[in-house]
């Protein structure tokens, strides 16, 4: 039975408050989850009402990485429609009843998510319009998927009277004078390559929103016009080049390290930002995928912080303002193209998707564009099934949608998406054990393939 929710946000505590004993002071979350061998820090809180099924409740969300406005107002239309809030990973959602006692929980970090009930204890008190609360889950190491946490919170409940608060306006002003700086661990097979050099750039907007590219590598960068495209490709030695959002949702990895077989891949899902901001002309915070991280069956980690300058966005980056059409009534003589009509033909919004970003199968080889003719190919390890079903994954996680009825089968697959006006027509085939995939797409930047 799909299950609808009326739900209204939380303001992010961001002050200082007192949790439970005396003297013991945090911000709006302390705490740790832990899944698939993995544990992340939660230091933020949000909570807001909710309903289910006729019963109201308290929803608290915990996570590494502030929520935004504009990222809790989109979760919240989803959950209102039966479906699920996304949220900055790695975070962790605990509903209470309104009586104090945890209902239960989900969890989503590192590609994982996991969900309870039975094994989760905890306790909220709301007084004067504020919630105070506690919750633990003890970790079975014997699980197929190991997980738990123990974390405490504090946060104001905002009431299905009050609104969201809009997001306070970035400050971009030129880039500030800092100089930019690494500093941290990057290891592939355990064998550390040095990132000691950083920068910051703008690129075409990602989700209607804008969007940047931080380029670390172990040789300087500095003096590349195309940074993020050659450090992919090892030219200056190790390097991680990670697409983001102004607020630290990171949508697009790529790794170049020698230490690996796969010199170069892509891996998203397995990294996060914390402690990620961006004002006054300047990027700072920390990257960590918390740990080693299992690809094509070697590992590779990162947990560096750094700081960066990073101007205005230039025109070409910014997001085009939609225009509302004047003109209600219904279908005109003039709203049809005519011969010989010199009118400038309405264009996107904004450029599309580079190919290089498109999501794969998180064990994605072989990777070949070919730009001139917008098709791309790889390779999995995956049977052509779970391939597909890997690739429709990770595909929906990057705002892709079905596009027709697919067809599946353990011998050839054919797969259709959408993206706004974006297009893809994906083949799947057995290969040497595996899978090869082929993509032919349509509406995507092919900018320095």
Not at 359 to 379: C, G, H, I, R
């Amino acid at each position: 039975m799909t299950k609808k929710f009326s739900l209204i946000l939380i303001v992010t505590v961001m002050s200082i408050v007192t949790l439970f004993a005396e003297g013991e002071t945090t911000k709006a979350a302390v705490g740790t989850l832990t899944l698939s061998k993995k544990s992340y820090k939660l230091a933020h809180a949000v909570a807001y009402e909710s309903t289910t099924g006729g019963e109201e409740e308290v929803a608290v969300v915990l996570s590494a990485q502030p929520v935004s406005s504009e990222k809790l107002k989109k979760a919240l239309a989803a959950e209102k429609e039966g479906g699920f809030g996304e949220f900055p990973q790695p975070f962790l959602r605990l509903v209470f009843k309104k009586t104090g006692e945890l209902k239960h929980w989900s969890a989503l970090g590192g590609g994982t998510t996991v969900g309870g009930s039975s094994d989760g204890t905890g306790e909220l008190k709301l007084q004067d319009g504020h919630v105070v609360g506690k919750a633990s889950a003890a970790v079975d190491p014997s699980a197929l998927i190991p997980k738990g946490f123990d974390v405490r919170f504090s946060a104001t409940l905002v009431k299905s009277s009050e609104e969201l608060p809009a997001s306070t306006a970035k400050k971009y002003g030129p880039a500030a004078n800092v100089k930019p700086s690494v500093t941290g661990v990057f290891k592939g097979n355990s064998k550390e390559a040095k990132l000691a050099y950083v920068s910051a750039h703008w690129r075409e907007p990602f989700g209607d929103k804008p969007s940047m590219v931080l380029v670390f590598t172990e040789k300087d960068h500095s003096k590349d016009k195309k940074p993020d495209f050659n450090a992919g490709f090892g030219k200056f030695g190790g390097a991680v080049i990670v697409s983001l959002h102004e607020d630290g949702d990171i949508f697009g990895c790529e790794v170049a390290h020698s230490a690996l077989q796969h010199k170069n891949f892509s891996s998203i899902g397995s990294i996060h930002t914390n402690d990620f901001t961006f004002e006054n002309g300047k990027v700072e915070g920390e990257l960590t995928t918390d740990g080693q991280h299992d690809t094509f069956g070697e590992t590779w980690e990162v947990k560096i912080k750094f700081v960066a300058p990073l101007g205005e966005i230039p025109k070409e980056y910014q997001v085009a303002k939609s225009t509302e059409t004047k003109q209600a009534s219904p279908k005109s003589e003039e709203s049809e193209p005519v011969e010989g009509d010199n009118r400038t033909a309405t264009k996107p919004a904004a450029p599309g998707l580079n190919a290089k970003d498109l999501a794969l199968t998180k064990d994605a080889t072989d990777v070949e564009y070919k730009s001139l003719v917008e098709q791309m190919s790889f390779k999995s390890k995956l049977p052509v099934k779970s391939a597909c079903a890997d690739l429709s994954a990770n595909l929906k996680a990057q705002g892709w949608a079905k596009d027709g009825n697919d067809l599946i089968t353990p011998n050839s697959s054919i797969l259709n998406r959408k993206r706004g006006s974006a297009k893809l027509t994906i083949f799947v085939k057995p290969e040497a054990g595996g899978s090869e995939v082929k993509m032919m797409t349509e509406g995507l930047s092919w900018d320095g393939q």
